[in-house]
């Protein structure tokens, strides 16, 4: 049974950084394509980045350019983002996914509970 669980989230100043994990069971997470999603208060979701399976590519939404990175350890089965330089808008519960294939127009079949980010003074 695949299983997702986030944290790291919290309350942090606009300017500051934060670094979310995702650990992952139930599957051999070094196979599979891997998705951070966001969803702000009253929005819809929001994918955020990816990290493709296999090579060191990853992928961003455009306002998170430059600002948040995503990883993966494979011997730990574990995601990463990190967020630096946070922004009120980048506020949201934060969500780990994996994809059940290679590829961006695969489907995320997966997702885990959510670990909220507050960005706020």
């Known amino acids: 049974q695949v299983h997702l669980v986030e944290s790291g989230g919290g309350l942090v100043q606009p300017g500051g950084s934060l670094r979310l994990s995702c650990a992952a069971s139930g599957f051999t997470f070094s196979n599979y394509w891997m998705d951070w999603v966001r969803q702000a208060p009253g929005k819809g979701l929001e994918w955020v980045s990816t990290s493709r399976s296999g090579r060191d590519i990853t992928y961003y939404l455009d306002s998170v350019k430059g600002r948040f990175t995503i990883s993966r350890d494979n011997a730990k089965n574990t995601l990463y983002l990190q967020m630096n330089n946070l922004r009120p808008e980048d506020a949201a519960v934060y969500y780990c996914?994996?994809?059940?294939?290679?590829?961006?127009?695969?489907?995320?079949?997966?997702w885990g509970q959510g670990t909220l980010v507050t960005v706020s003074s």
């Open positions: 996914a994996k994809r059940n294939g290679a590829g961006l127009d695969f489907a995320m079949d997966a």
